[in-house]
């Protein structure tokens, strides 16, 4: 699995978009991007993945470069409960031996 | 739909003592997947399960041991416990062969005195 690089903190204003950028440059043609939260002392919670075009949901957007070399995370409205740490993570889809790095501490502020 | 359960919730082992974690996967997966989380670093991967054989692993010692029954729920084994043991286990449950999400639990929460 492809090695992933995040910064290890950022901050938002509640109410503000929060990007989160992830570098996945040596990721394969066969690796998807996922990302996954983890609020504090819970198990990780999936948030969103995609492989080459950008993709929605009701949580957030997924922006994959055209290279693929890297992502950004967008929480459209941060809130509070946003507060977390986010995995970005690159895997051959499929088989779930999901690596983790020690992701970005999102801290959301009044 | 309970989602992925784990027990127990908490424990505390004593050095060298044996230990026994069990994960029942969400409704309809077939995949379970162990991780390992120290305080303040990322889930680290132990081994994953499907079709009651152990299919992938990490870099983890044997006294890391699994099992999956044909129900698809999953025990994960831990002997002869070192300090360095203490940590939140988690499970997550996927669909083998799918680009799909996987479900965790909660954890159990180990702690070796």
């Known amino acids: 699995d492809a090695k992933t690089t995040q910064p290890p903190s950022m901050d938002c204003a509640e109410g503000r978009a929060a990007n989160l950028p992830c570098n996945h440059s040596t990721i394969s043609g066969n690796e998807y991007v996922y990302w996954y939260r983890q609020i504090h002392s819970q198990g990780p919670q999936y948030i969103i993945h995609?492989?080459?075009n950008n993709e929605t949901n009701e949580m957030a957007s997924l922006i994959i470069t055209e290279d693929r070399k890297s992502s950004t995370l967008i929480l459209p409205h941060a809130t509070l409960r946003d507060t977390a740490v986010y995995y970005c993570?690159?895997?051959?889809?499929?088989?779930?031996?999901?690596?983790f790095g020690i992701g970005t501490k999102l801290q959301v502020i009044p | 739909d309970a989602g992925v359960t784990q027990s127990p919730t908490h424990l505390i082992k004593t050095r060298g003592q044996q230990v026994t974690l069990r994960c029942s996967p969400k409704?309809?997966?077939?995949?379970v997947s162990w991780y390992q989380q120290a305080l303040g670093q990322g889930p680290q991967f132990i081994f994953q399960y499907y079709e009651e054989e152990e299919r992938q692993r990490g870099n983890f010692p044997d006294r890391f041991s699994g099992h999956q029954f044909p129900n698809y729920s999953s025990e994960l084994n831990v002997n002869a416990l070192l300090l360095g043991d203490s940590a939140l286990y988690l499970c997550a449950s996927s669909l083998w062969g799918l680009n799909t999400e996987a479900f965790f639990g909660q954890g159990t929460r180990l702690t070796v005195v």
């Open positions: 995609g492989l080459k």
């Open positions: 409704s309809g997966h077939d995949t």
């Open positions: 993570i690159a895997e051959s889809g499929g088989y779930q031996k999901v690596t």
